[in-house]
């Protein structure tokens, strides 16, 4: 079978994964997806959505920087789904104090609405999806990018408890909550009971490097069997979809059509990936505060499993007790640690191997 990067993520080892993805949506069930940037989250969810002829409604969370920016996200994403007349009818309908809608900008919240506003527009938007789903008989799916993201603003957890809520009782709409393995452990075994939980581990080697070498025969580019080359791919990418692809992506530009890929064209492409890549990873560390910062360092020069233990905290300089466990709780909940189950490795490989070399 040809693959390409397009390809769904079923096919490359996420069979599992995506069935469970697939019967829960089927069954009116909801969603806690998890994983580290990368490992296909999205992806897999927006297949599933496909695969069962529902419709989505995918809102990025982090862009909703307070309540009144979430709504408009929510509001933009049924505009974009729904019936302008449908719509329209429903503004009309006792909202016009809340939103407007015309052709041009479609649904959107007013301006300057006072915090009571905006929690009862709020609950005037959640009915929508149901209301939608019915009319055009068929699912809606309402996709929670980076979902805990909305804590930053939701102090007292009001918004999140409306759509858990909201959650158990829509028959006719899926939630879908994107984030970190790290949000696992903000969920009662009772809330646990309402959302089926699915976690994306790396991808063993093998699985990609048979994905890898696929891809890159459509491009007529095969590894060199005499050579390191898949082997230094491997460790590069270390199961991470989102670094493969984007390596594969660069061997593709670099390497002519009908040739083997060398070590010599992998060192390549990574070396120019990473000076690529540079700008976006200082930036993200510039974004992390300064013990954050220290001990992604410390982890991707010198992994361990027990960062915590006397003799890597004297190593590194590393402060004791609070500081050190609120260091590595943030790093895991940006994702861009694992926990403890994975040894608290760096869960982007091509940053670790930045952050390597830029301290060598």
Same mark, same amino acid.
């Given at each position: 079978m040809s693959l390409d990067l397009s390809t769904p993520l079923q096919l490359i080892g996420r069979s599992v994964e995506f069935q469970r993805i697939v019967e829960?949506?089927?069954?009116?069930?909801?969603?806690?997806?998890?994983?580290?940037?990368?490992?296909?989250?999205?992806t897999l969810v927006r297949w599933g959505v496909v695969e069962v002829g529902a419709i989505a409604l995918d809102i990025d969370c982090i862009r909703a920087t307070d309540g009144e920016r979430f709504l408009q996200l929510l509001a933009e994403a049924i505009s974009q789904n729904w019936e302008?007349?449908?719509?329209?009818?429903?503004?009309?309908?006792?909202?016009?104090e809340f939103f407007v809608f015309d052709a041009e900008t479609k649904l959107k919240l007013i301006r300057s609405l006072n915090q009571k506003q905006l929690w009862q527009a709020f609950e005037l938007l959640l009915q929508l999806p149901q209301i939608m789903a019915v009319d055009v008989d068929k699912r809606v799916v309402v996709i929670l990018q980076s979902f805990p993201h909305i804590r930053s603003w939701d102090r007292h957890n009001l918004w999140e408890m409306a759509f858990r809520n909201k959650i158990n009782q829509d028959?006719?709409?899926?939630?879908? +909550?994107?984030? !970190?393995?790290?949000?696992?452990?903000?969920?009662? *075994?009772?809330? /646990?009971? %309402? $959302?089926?939980?699915?976690?994306?581990?790396?991808?063993?080697?093998?699985?990609?490097?048979?994905?890898?070498?696929?891809?890159?025969?459509?491009?007529?580019l095969t590894f060199d069997s005499r050579s390191q080359a898949l082997q230094l791919f491997s460790d590069a990418v270390q199961g991470h979809i989102g670094d493969a692809m984007?390596?594969?992506?660069?061997?593709?530009?670099?390497?002519?059509?009908?040739?083997?890929?060398?070590?010599?064209?992998?060192?390549?492409?990574?070396?120019?990936?990473?000076?690529? +890549?540079?700008? !976006?990873?200082?930036?993200?560390?510039?974004?992390? *505060?300064?013990? /954050?910062? %220290? $001990?992604?360092?410390?982890?991707?020069?010198?992994?361990?499993?027990?960062?915590?233990?006397?003799?890597?905290?004297?190593?590194?300089?590393?402060?004791?007790?609070?500081?050190?466990?609120?260091?590595?709780?943030?790093?895991?909940?940006?994702?861009?640690?694992?926990?403890?189950?994975q040894g608290y490795k760096l869960a982007m490989p091509l940053l670790a191997l930045w952050l390597r070399q830029r301290l060598s």
């Open positions: 829960t949506l089927a069954q009116d069930g909801n969603l806690l997806i998890t994983g580290v940037p990368g490992s296909g989250r999205r302008a007349e449908k719509i329209q009818d429903w503004v009309a309908e006792k909202k016009s028959t006719h709409v899926n939630y879908v +909550l994107v984030a !970190t393995i790290a949000e696992t452990g903000n969920y009662s *075994p009772d809330e /646990q009971n %309402h $959302l089926e939980t699915i976690q994306l581990p790396p991808l063993s080697r093998d699985v990609l490097a048979v994905w890898a070498r696929e891809i890159l025969h459509t491009a007529q984007a390596l594969i992506r660069r061997l593709k530009t670099s390497c002519n059509p009908d040739s083997l890929i060398t070590e010599a064209d992998v060192k390549q492409a990574i070396e120019g990936l990473l000076k690529d +890549l540079s700008m !976006t990873y200082e930036s993200l560390l510039m974004l992390l *505060p300064a013990n /954050q910062v %220290h $001990l992604l360092e410390c982890l991707a020069v010198d992994p361990t499993e027990k960062p915590q233990s006397r003799d890597y905290i004297q190593k590194h300089g590393l402060s004791r007790g609070g500081s050190l466990q609120g260091a590595l709780t943030g790093l895991h909940h940006k994702g861009l640690i694992y926990g403890a189950e």
